[in-house]
């Protein structure tokens, strides 16, 4: 599976973007898939995850973040609200059929399957 994603861009504070993950080559039914993000300067940090039975989000993006999966489309949707400049990073994709949706996912890393390019947001005003 390839994934790519799309939507970054440059926001307000308290402002709002919408990521996707579309996925080529297989379909993502079944996979765990989920964001990172790495701010410049900072390790890179999960930020939520998706699978048939379970969503997982971290402290710091509950209540603003909402991630969804279509699986007719093959994409992984994340709307971030309520925006603040500590968001700023290149967002990435992730997806593996093996690893759950969990903490575990997050740790899986750099041995998760499929990872995209990034793309970049930036809450500044």
């Known amino acids: 599976v390839q994934v790519v994603e799309s939507g970054g861009g440059l926001v307000q504070p308290g402002g709002s973007l919408r990521l996707s993950c579309a996925a080529s080559?297989?379909?993502?039914?079944?996979?765990?898939i989920g964001w990172f993000r790495q701010a410049p300067g900072k390790e890179r940090e999960g930020v939520s995850c998706?699978?048939?039975?379970?969503?997982y989000y971290v402290d710091s993006v509950k209540g603003r973040f909402t991630i969804s999966r279509d699986n007719a489309k093959n994409t992984v949707s994340l709307q971030m609200n309520n925006l603040n400049p500590e968001d700023t990073a290149v967002y990435y994709c992730?997806?593996?059929?093996?690893?759950?949706?969990?903490?575990?996912?997050?740790?899986?890393?750099?041995?998760?399957?499929?990872w995209g390019q990034g793309t970049q947001v930036t809450v500044s005003s």
């Open positions: 992730a997806a593996d059929p093996d690893y759950p949706c969990s903490r575990s996912f997050f740790d899986g890393g750099t041995y998760l399957s499929s």
């Open positions: 080559g297989s379909t993502l039914e079944h996979w765990s």
């Open positions: 998706i699978s048939d039975s379970r969503i």
